[in-house]
């Protein structure tokens, strides 16, 4: 049982997650109850020091607890709960006075290079995915001077890591002096603490201001931006003890360091201390991935973000590496014109953001860029946001939708954001396809794009999630099953995406021509079977070229019975890809053209092979954005399916009737409503 004298500590959400144990709120006026095996304290702060002599006079170990180097989306002073913490029951890793467990840790030989490539991995994540301890700055909009530029790094008067770390306001100026005379030609970055530049707290530099009107090399830097984006524009990186200085070493940028913190001394800074060398000699030498190993790996623990669990770094960095990316994506000021009340109500969610405004209104207000549905809203809009000088921006539903139509106006659980084309429109590239043409998946990525695969075939989730179980026809029995999807004929995907053959019927006849033999099913659109949308082929066409028709079955149930899938560009044919089924496609989806399937026509631009779970991963993972219809949050691919999966499956309800019609309008009129309330 760990003993915590402090409230804050004890009030922190999932604390005895972190600590593996139970834990108790004690009183310092009481004496610590005899099953207390350990005493919590955060850090070295002096709040803590009574519960540090308590501790010693009952002889119990002190337990420090510090924020982790990867913490959370939001600051912890705005109430963002940490998602890693660091337990160090030797010291504290920033106190260069006396080992730690940290760089006990470090110093194991053996066990570090075993996550070596976990290391390697996750440090990629971080510098690609613009990550870091916090992650709620925007990225850093400055251009890269051409003489080059280096950053220095103020850090605020008195922190900890600052004074532990053997250092004072003469490093900080021996750091200044030595950037500007190393880099005769540079620019000089200092970053400092924009509440110093406010005068709410003190920096090292105090006279910098001073010192940059009288020396045109030295910007100030006082915006609060990502780490990741700013270090990409520097050529090297001078700090005292500040943790910039490791996330530069994971950018691959030379780092001088003017005191001791915890990374130094291991023989991959430059380090400039007066005491370094003895440092040198007590730590050794290590390599970033034996830092990384010990230090994100093995000495910090993790909460998942999805589940409040024991999680992992890549938990974490997977969900923050979502939830900036859904944020940076829609970062400014957005238009989104002449939406129907139905479209504005479901599109608010996944446009707005926390920090970003959007305009509904027909009428232009001076916003960075125009968001739009589909390429009839591209159409529609095109001139005026051409007239504004703004780009424009696409959106469509995503590949995991709903349970049941969007014609009947069920909400999407996932859209997409495409900010070059549409996926559908073969006729130029977009997003998606660019994500495709430069898939490079490390292992941890080709293992979560499996596992999603995996859990997709298991649970049998599509895009819409409906309809009845299927049985295949007992004259099927020794022939080639082909599975024949119908599509909305007036359908984007079918208008951008098809060459020689654009329709139904058009399509079944071709499979039949080609196919005399083989037992074909054909199993029309939802959409066009409910009434909602145009591409029913007469009766007596769908006897003469198929065996049997799937009207209100279940298309996964379908894509299991049958052997292969013929498609125009249905997201059937990828499906049945992730069935295993083999798919011939007489058209150019976006799955199409990358060696995957049987395809009539070739698209110049799709340059690779690529593999299922590349495509997997870039096309349900990378691309589309889902919010939690509850919390109206962004949440990870994998939260979305288990939300389909656990939604049971609507039916589909036809209409032949007048009277139908009425009841499928005043079916919607309920949906329309009930969404809009929620908004």
Not at 97 to 126: C, F, K, V, W, Y
Not at 327 to 349: C, M, N, V, Y
Not at 538 to 544: I, L
């Amino acid at each position: 049982m760990i003993g915590i004298f402090s409230a804050g500590i004890h009030r922190i959400p999932h604390l005895e997650t972190f600590l593996g144990q139970p834990c108790r709120k004690l009183s310092l006026l009481r004496p610590v109850p005899e099953d207390i095996t350990q005493i919590a304290v955060w850090g070295y702060r002096p709040t803590g020091d009574k519960a540090v002599a308590l501790a010693k006079k009952s002889g119990l170990p002190v337990l420090r607890l510090e924020d982790g180097f990867i913490r959370s989306l939001e600051l912890g002073v705005t109430g963002a709960a940490p998602l890693s913490m660091v337990l160090d029951t030797e010291g504290m890793y920033y106190d260069a006075s006396q080992p730690s467990t940290l760089e006990r840790l470090i110093h194991q030989r053996e066990e570090n290079p075993l996550l070596h490539d976990a290391a390697r991995q996750a440090m990629q994540m971080i510098v690609e995915g613009d990550l870091s301890k916090y992650n709620q700055a925007p990225a850093c909009t400055l251009a890269r001077p051409k003489q080059g530029a280096v950053l220095v790094v103020d850090q605020t008067f008195g922190d900890m890591a600052v004074v532990y770390g053997n250092a004072g306001a003469q490093q900080f100026d021996d750091m200044l002096r030595a950037a500007i005379a190393e880099n005769p030609q540079s620019e000089i970055w200092v970053k400092i603490h924009p509440d110093v530049l406010h005068g709410k707290k003190a920096g090292y530099f105090t006279q910098i201001a001073k010192l940059a009107q009288q020396e045109p090399r030295i910007k100030l830097l006082a915006e609060n931006v990502s780490p990741q984006s700013l270090l990409r524009l520097v050529e090297h990186v001078y700090v005292v003890t500040s943790n910039y200085g490791f996330e530069a070493l994971i950018a691959g940028k030379p780092v001088s360091v003017f005191g001791q913190p915890w990374y130094a001394g291991w023989g991959i800074t430059d380090d400039r201390h007066a005491q370094a060398e003895p440092l040198r000699a007590r730590r050794g030498t290590a390599s970033l991935e034996d830092l990384f190993s010990a230090a994100c790996l093995r000495y910090s623990r993790y909460i998942n973000p999805v589940n409040g669990k024991n999680g992992t770094l890549f938990d974490v960095l997977s969900w923050l590496a979502m939830q900036r990316r859904h944020h940076q994506q829609r970062a400014g000021r957005l238009w989104t014109p002449g939406l129907t009340l139905w479209k504005r109500s479901i599109l608010a969610p996944f446009v707005r953001t926390k920090s970003n405004k959007v305009n509904f209104s027909k009428r232009y207000a001076g916003e960075t860029a125009c968001v739009v549905w589909g390429i009839k809203g591209e159409a529609r809009w095109g001139a005026q946001t051409a007239q504004h000088q703004i780009p424009q921006w696409c959106m469509e539903d995503g590949f995991l939708r709903s349970a049941g139509l969007g014609s009947d106006l069920h909400p999407p659980l996932s859209l997409v954001l495409d900010k070059s084309g549409i996926y559908y429109d073969a006729t130029r590239p977009s997003d998606l396809e660019q994500l495709l043409n430069n898939s490079t998946l490390t292992a941890f990525e080709q293992q979560r794009a499996a596992a999603l695969r995996q859990r997709l075939v298991a649970s049998k989730v599509s895009k819409y999630n409906l309809g009845a179980a299927f049985t295949l026809p007992v004259d099927a029995a020794g022939k080639t099953v082909i599975l024949v999807p119908g599509q909305v004929e007036d359908d984007a995907s079918i208008l951008t995406g098809t060459l020689s053959l654009c329709t139904n019927g058009d399509l079944l006849r071709t499979v039949r021509e080609r196919n005399p033999d083989a037992y074909i099913i054909y199993k029309p659109h939802p959409d066009v079977l409910v009434g909602n949308r145009q591409g029913h082929i007469p009766a007596q066409d769908v006897s003469r070229w198929a065996d049997s028709q799937a009207l209100d079955a279940d298309i996964i149930q379908c894509i299991q019975a049958a052997d292969e899938l013929h498609t125009l560009t249905s997201l059937s044919g990828f499906e049945a890809l992730l069935h295993g089924k083999k798919v011939a496609c007489y058209g150019m989806p976006f799955y199409a053209g990358w060696g995957l399937t049987q395809d009539e026509h070739s698209c110049s631009r799709r340059l690779r092979s690529l593999s299922l779970d590349d495509v997997v991963y870039q096309a349900l993972i990378a691309y589309p954005s889902y919010i939690d219809p509850q919390s109206r949050e962004p949440i990870l691919a994998e939260q979305a399916v288990e939300l389909l999966a656990a939604t049971p499956r609507a039916e589909m309800q036809f209409t032949r009737i007048k009277a139908g019609r009425i009841v499928r309008y005043y079916r919607k009129l309920l949906m329309l409503i009930r969404v809009t309330l929620s908004t």
